[in-house]
């Protein structure tokens, strides 16, 4: 069974560089992709960014293009994503998500296309 566990969110300085980390476990990876969205109080939930699983190609939000880099660690079974130059509008509880469909061949940022979510890590940015 494919459990998705993130980590690393809590209370940030406007400016901070906090990385939040997924952990994947219950099945080999390859062909998958993993995403990372956000959900603001009030607000619908938001693409961040994506990563093939195998080729590490990248897929990001304009709102965060520049900012935060995703990356994964196929041997430990890690997505990250690291966060930079937070502000106010980056506060969310920010989920980890994965697309099973092997034969989809692109990112994608449409949450309705992944099968699998984590419970969300809280990143609070404090000015």
């Known amino acids: 069974q494919v459990q998705l566990v993130e980590s690393g969110g809590g209370l940030v300085q406007a400016g901070g560089s906090p990385r939040l980390s997924c952990a994947a476990s219950?099945?080999?990876?390859?062909?998958?992709?993993m995403g990372w969205f956000r959900q603001a109080p009030g607000k619908e939930r938001e693409f961040v960014a994506a990563?093939?699983?195998?080729?590490?190609?990248?897929l990001y939000s304009d709102s965060v293009k520049g900012r935060f880099t995703i990356s994964r660690d196929t041997v430990k079974n890690q997505v990250y994503l690291q966060m930079s130059s937070l502000n106010a509008e980056d506060t969310a509880v920010y989920s980890c998500?994965?697309?099973?469909?092997?034969?989809?061949?692109?990112?994608?940022?449409?949450?309705?296309?992944?099968?699998?979510w984590g419970q969300g890590t809280q990143v609070t940015v404090s000015s």
């Open positions: 998500a994965a697309d099973r469909d092997i034969y989809r061949r692109s990112l994608n940022a449409d949450a309705s296309k992944y099968d699998y």
């Open positions: 990563i093939g699983w195998s080729a590490g190609t990248t």
């Open positions: 219950g099945r080999t990876f390859s062909g998958w992709v």
